[in-house]
């Protein structure tokens, strides 16, 4: 993972994300305003997004900073939360200037790539050394853990989220 990989995953993200926009603006997309979630859904959602904080923000922040004298993983979990951070502004500035349902493309867009992401760390941090130190064994658990719940999250956009703004 390069700074030049990042720097051109949220450039192009932006980019999608402004057309997606400027299309539902215009009528040439059709989507739904708002996402009509059930009552279930929405109680689902809720729940997932205090999860999304804590698996998501708060392990990787805390791991940033336990590992902030360690090159490797600073870098892993440095880009890590500088995506998340720019997602989470991204869904903040494009939900009040386009319609709430922008929200399903952006968590698409950028959950697709942070599985890839945190695929592409997993690889990292085992052929760079693969001596099997504990804290890159922790770190590999920690990447594994947020692997499998970002891809949920993926699941859930692709299953629930796109059926509810088509």
Same mark, same amino acid.
Do not use: C
């Given at each position: 993972?390069?700074?030049?990989?990042?720097?051109?995953?949220?450039? &192009?993200?932006?980019?999608?994300? @402004?057309?997606?926009?400027?299309?539902?603006?215009?009528?040439?997309?059709?989507?739904?305003?708002?996402?009509?979630? +059930?009552?279930?859904?929405? &109680?689902?959602?809720?729940?997932? @997004?205090?999860?999304?904080?804590?698996?998501?923000?708060?392990? !990787?922040?805390?791991?940033?900073?336990?590992?902030?004298?360690?090159?490797? @993983?600073?870098?892993?979990?440095? $880009?890590? =939360?500088?995506? @998340?951070?720019? %997602?989470?502004?991204?869904? %903040?500035?494009? &939900?009040?200037?386009?319609?709430? +349902?922008?929200?399903?493309?952006?968590?698409?867009?950028?959950?697709?790539?942070?599985?890839?992401? =945190?695929?592409? +760390?997993?690889? $990292?941090?085992?052929? &760079?050394? !693969?001596?099997?130190?504990?804290?890159?064994?922790?770190?590999?658990?920690?990447?594994?853990?947020?692997?499998?719940?970002?891809?949920?999250?993926?699941?859930?956009?692709?299953?629930?989220?796109?059926?509810?703004?088509?």
């Amino acid at each position: 993972m390069t700074w030049k990989t990042i720097l051109s995953f949220i450039v &192009s993200a932006t980019l999608m994300t @402004l057309l997606s926009g400027w299309l539902m603006v215009a009528n040439l997309l059709q989507v739904q305003a708002a996402i009509d979630y +059930s009552e279930a859904e929405r &109680s689902f959602v809720q729940i997932w @997004l205090q999860l999304a904080i804590v698996i998501g923000l708060l392990l !990787p922040g805390v791991a940033f900073l336990v590992w902030i004298r360690h090159p490797k @993983l600073r870098t892993v979990f440095g $880009f890590y =939360l500088l995506v @998340l951070a720019i %997602q989470i502004v991204s869904e %903040q500035i494009f &939900s009040r200037v386009f319609y709430s +349902s922008i929200l399903v493309i952006i968590g698409t867009l950028y959950t697709t790539f942070r599985v890839w992401q =945190l695929w592409q +760390s997993q690889h $990292f941090l085992r052929m &760079s050394d !693969p001596s099997g130190k504990v804290g890159d064994l922790v770190a590999q658990g920690l990447l594994w853990i947020l692997l499998l719940f970002w891809s949920a999250n993926l699941i859930f956009l692709l299953v629930i989220g796109w059926l509810r703004i088509l």
